[in-house]
T-cell receptor, first 117, second 116 residues
Framework: AQSVSQHNHHVILSEAASLELGCNYS??????LFWYVQYPGQHLQLLLK??????LVKGIKGFEAEFIKSKFSFNLRKPSVQWSDTAEYFC???????????????FGKGTHLIIQP | DAGVTQSPTHLIKTRGQHVTLRCSPI?????VSWYQQVLGQGPQFIFQ???????GRGNFPDRFSARQFPNYSSELNVNALLLGDSALYLC???????????????FGDGTRLSIL
């Protein structure tokens, strides 16, 4: 079955620690890849996206992600996290695998990140 | 500029009833998508509409339907509500529709639907 898998459901880090959240998808065709973030009490916001070109993409707030096609992965990274990064993080893909229209996204279950001061 | 707006914010219904949720996209956006987010899970795609036509559908029963109006706003309707329909319903808009898949979607705050 086509899906998006996020390896860690809960992650707790201290401020200034480095972050890497894993995301794998199961689809062999062309995909567009996204990371969304949901801060407490707020709506989903786009962190970064990959459509084509350089597989290392940079997003807002110091986040970056690397698309590794051979591993079907799109891991999110940040060198030094801050308390304000506490949020829910969702990896998403779209393409024929979404089961719907071209713009329908398939999301992972999310990773709840807690940054301790 | 206003973002995606959804109404109502919260709604409580009983089993068997029907519900209508509303969404206004960002000005200039012509595509609206609906998602269901159950607690502890990621959003699941329900529908996409573009230029008033259904362009995509996820794996949801026929009790779920939607439509898009000439002003690009949209309604999601759910009939014969079940306890399992309790969820956050998200609306997302993007500038264009089917065939231009590489567009980020902009999400609203959602409607929290509780079924008793």
């Amino acid at each position: 079955a086509q899906s998006v898998s996020q390896h860690n459901h809960h992650v707790i880090l201290s401020e200034a620690a480095s972050l890497e959240l894993g995301c794998n998808y199961s689809y062999g065709g062309t995909v567009n890849l996204f990371w969304y973030v949901q801060y407490p009490g707020q709506h989903l916001q786009l962190l970064l996206k990959y459509f084509s070109g350089d597989p290392l993409v940079k997003g807002i707030k110091g986040f970056e992600a690397e698309f590794i096609k051979s591993k079907f992965s799109f891991n999110l990274r940040k060198p030094s996290v801050q308390w304000s990064d506490t949020a829910e993080y969702f990896c998403a893909v779209n393409g024929a695998m979404s089961g719907g229209g071209a713009d329908g996204l398939t999301f992972g279950k999310g990773t709840h990140l807690i940054i301790q001061p | 500029d206003a973002g995606v707006t959804q109404s109502p914010t919260h709604l409580i219904k009983t089993r068997g009833q029907h519900v209508t949720l509303r969404c206004s996209p960002i000005s200039g956006h012509k595509s609206v998508s609906w998602y269901q987010q159950v607690l502890g899970q990621g959003p699941q795609f329900i529908f996409q509409y573009y230029e008033k036509e259904e362009r995509g559908r996820g794996n949801f029963p026929d009790r779920f339907s939607a439509r898009q109006f000439p002003n690009y706003s949209s309604e999601l309707n759910v009939n014969a509500l079940l306890l399992g329909d309790s969820a956050l319903y998200l609306c997302a808009s993007s500038p264009r529709g089917t065939g231009v898949g590489n567009q980020p979607q902009h999400f609203g705050d959602g409607t929290r639907l509780s079924i008793l």
